[in-house]
Every structure is written in C-alpha cells, then in structure tokens.
T-cell receptor, first 112, second 115 residues
C-alpha cells in the first residue's frame, strides 16, 4: 500500500543553518505530495505542496521538489530560525483511497 | 469564531469509562477526520466522514465509534477506554477530497489520558 517514510529526528540546528528533512514515498499512480508543520501546542497546518513530478512547492522560505525518479520530496530551508522549531510531517494524497497518508514526523529544534 | 474546535482540550479518565471527544467546524466542509498522534507512530487515521451520515473506518478504528448527524459536528466516542488509547486526538476537515488538494484544517487537539 501507499506509504511515506521520513528521516528520524530530532534534528537540532543552530540558527541560520541549512535544513534538509528527507522524505520518500511509495505509491501507485501519481500522488500529490505535501509538507505539514505542527508548532508546539497546535494542530497541523499545510506548509507547501506539489501535485506533479518536478513541481516545486515553496512557502515561508521552505522548499520541496517532487522527484518522481527517486520517489522523494525532501524539505529544505536555507537559513532556519528559532521560530521554525516544530514537528514537520510529509504526506501523500493517495489516489487509491482519497485520503492523506502521513509520515511519522520529524522534530526540528533550532537553537539561538 | 470560525474554524474547527475540539473539546475538551484535556481529559483524564479511568479504564472502562466512556469518553466522547467533540469536534465542530464552521466552514460546512464535507470531509471530516479523526487522527491520533503517538510517539513513534506519527498520525494515524481512526475514522473519517465524506458527508453527513456517511462514515468509514481508517487505519486504527477498533475501540472507537463516530457519528455525523450534522455536517458541522463529528464526535468521537471511546466506548470503554483503555490505557492504549492514551493519546493526542486531532480532528480535521476538508472541503474537497484531501488527496487532491491536501488541505486539511486541523483542530488544536484533545489530550486524553486513560489511567
């Protein structure tokens, strides 16, 4: 079945460091891919998305490119801030079920 | 206020008791979902609903019951709570089929502890 695998955390970075959070997927068909962010004490919110191969989603300085050849959708940011500390979830839209399938989440902690 | 709200935000109960978590959304979204969030498991879908009076099981439905008599409400009931149901529960809604848009709107969560 469809699935999403994220790199295990926690990831701890200093402010202004470069961020990469790896995400790979297994799916039939051509799923849409998403990154969600969960700030402390809050629900998840959509960060960015890409609906077809080679699309790049971007928002708030974060980017992710839909790579069909490597079945990946890695999240990147060039310079993280303390306020980026959160849990990040990769997700795919399953064309089989119509639902979102989430990865396990990766905790990011940014230190000043 | 507009949005999606969950209640209670925090609940402590005992094994065997019945617990109901409420979810209310003001957007008239067709789709509603219940997830549980646990360390090491991420988010797992419990139940979902595509419209009023239509519900279906997700990945981990055992021990839970849902209903959706009105579009805006989607309560989740634990009929006889067990310790393994200690978790943070999130309700979410979506206007369209989520695999297309990916845009789920989440509530702030309900933290349930079963003693």
């Amino acid at each position: 079945g469809d699935s999403v695998t994220q790199m295990e955390g926690p990831v701890t970075l200093s402010e202004e460091a470069f961020l990469t959070i790896n995400c790979t997927y297994t799916a039939t068909g051509y799923p849409s891919l998403f990154w969600y962010v969960q700030y402390p004490g809050e629900g998840l919110q959509l960060l960015l998305k890409a609906t077809k191969a080679d699309d790049k989603g971007s928002n708030k300085g974060f980017e992710a490119t839909y790579r069909k050849e490597t079945t990946s959708f890695h999240l990147e940011k060039g310079s993280v801030q303390v306020s980026d500390s959160a849990v990040y979830f990769c997700a795919l839209g399953s064309s089989n079920t119509g639902k979102l399938i989430f990865g396990q989440g990766t905790t990011l902690q940014v230190k000043p | 206020d507009a949005g999606i709200t969950q209640s209670p935000r925090y609940k402590i109960t005992e094994t065997g008791r019945q617990v109901t978590l409420m979810c209310h959304q003001t957007w008239s979204h067709s789709y509603m979902f219940w997830y549980r969030q646990d360390l090491g498991h991420g988010l797992r879908l419990i139940y979902y609903s595509a419209a009023a009076d239509i519900t279906d099981k997700g990945e981990v439905p055992d021990g839970y019951v849902v209903s959706r008599s009105k579009t805006e409400n989607f309560p989740l009931t634990l009929e006889s709570a067990t310790r393994s149901q200690t978790s943070v529960y999130f309700c979410a809604s979506s206007e369209n089929r989520p695999s297309n848009t990916g845009e789920l709107f989440f509530g702030e969560g309900s933290r349930l502890t079963v003693l």
